[in-house]
């Protein structure tokens, strides 16, 4: 069994930064790629970010250039910095790793951006 938690959401002003981790009860970033999703209120998850087990990373072309999915393995933890964030980038984000037993979600952090 596997427990991520987020944190980092909040509210900010359309072109700020915000720094989203996910921690994970065991030592797993070192064995599996993580995602980080986002569901906006009557809309679909959808994948934001994805980092492999290498190191290789790809984002969704409306968050291209301005999220950056990195981790700690040491620490357990992987980031997500989100920068000059727009309202559109309003919603739940959270991180997911699959196993090669299942697949794990987080609870999910708020991410508001408003003027």
């Known amino acids: 069994q596997v427990q991520l938690v987020e944190s980092g959401g909040g509210s900010v002003q359309p072109g700020g930064s915000l720094r989203l981790s996910c921690a994970a009860s065991?030592?797993?970033?070192?064995?599996?790629?993580t995602d980080w999703y986002r569901q906006a209120p009557g809309n679909q998850r959808e994948l934001v970010a994805a980092i492999t087990r290498a190191g290789s990373t790809n984002y969704a072309d409306s968050v291209e250039g301005r999220f950056t999915i990195s981790r700690d393995a040491v620490k357990n933890t992987v980031f997500l910095q989100m920068n000059n964030l727009k309202p559109e980038d309003t919603a739940v984000y959270y991180c997911r790793v699959t196993t090669n037993i299942a697949t794990y979600w987080g609870q999910g952090t708020q991410v508001t951006v408003s003027s």
């Open positions: 065991r030592n797993i970033f070192r064995i599996y790629g």
